[in-house]
């Protein structure tokens, strides 16, 4: 299956809050799993990107969380601000065909 | 260093013409993706190219294709449009083809009506 399942579709989170998205694949020939934050009308930028033989990866404000057995990894952001409203997309790759495949997408909104 | 640039920025068409939507990549870049993000179905992988050959397409009826030149940017054609065309179109690029991270342009806003 080459799907990548995300939740929840949409999160409001309070100010210095930590936002959590979760994604769940089923394809175990995935083997890069990056997450991008797109703002309205703009293209989707590459926010920070994870591997399977870590479990976690962070980069500033931002963590991934991977868990091979369950086949899911989650985004957390820390300290949530309103400049982080935007969406979030999590996505897999097989490096087989190049191509990603997204998830469904979560639209973040963080009150202040 | 310059981003994914990407022309037009928007575009309206309406049923039955065809579209040419360009690229260019980073820099030093050789792989070129192209991705729909139509409304409701988030992002969709198109095509890919590399080293000026087609590598993979998504399941994308025949009329959607493109081209990669010497210089590595890229055209997205899409024939007969219909109204579900309508869309973000966006291209991304890679360093080479195996390397994963994938850098996307602002997109091509197409419009069909």
């Known amino acids: 299956q080459q799907q990548v399942k995300q939740s929840p579709q949409s999160l409001i989170v309070q100010k210095g809050g930590i936002s959590i998205i979760n994604c769940a694949y089923e394809n175990t020939a995935f083997d890069y799993f990056p997450w991008y934050q797109q703002f309205p009308g703009k293209g989707p930028a590459l926010l920070i990107a994870i591997r399977p033989d870590v479990s976690e990866k962070k980069e500033g404000r931002f963590t991934i969380s991977f868990n091979k057995s369950a086949k899911q990894f989650s985004l957390h952001i820390m300290d949530s601000q309103p400049g982080d409203s935007a969406t979030y997309f999590c996505a897999a790759s097989d490096n087989q065909g190049g191509k990603l495949i997204f998830g469904q997408g979560t639209e973040l909104s963080v009150k202040p | 260093e310059a981003g994914v640039t990407q022309s037009p920025t928007h575009l309206i068409k309406t049923r039955g013409q065809q579209v040419t939507l360009r690229c260019s990549p980073i820099?030093?870049?050789?792989?070129v993706y192209w991705y729909q993000q139509a409304l409701g179905l988030g992002l969709q992988f198109l095509l890919w190219?590399?080293?000026?050959?087609?590598?993979n397409r998504g399941n994308f009826p025949p009329r959607f294709s493109g081209r990669q030149f010497p210089n590595y940017s890229s055209e997205l054609n899409v024939n007969a449009l219909e109204l579900e065309d309508s869309a973000l179109y966006l291209c991304?690029?890679?360093?080479?083809?195996?390397?994963?991270?994938?850098?996307f342009g602002p997109g091509t806003r197409l419009t069909v009506l």
């Open positions: 991304a690029s890679s360093f080479r083809s195996g390397y994963n991270e994938q850098f």
């Open positions: 820099s030093g870049h050789t792989s």
């Open positions: 190219y590399d080293e000026g050959e087609e590598r």
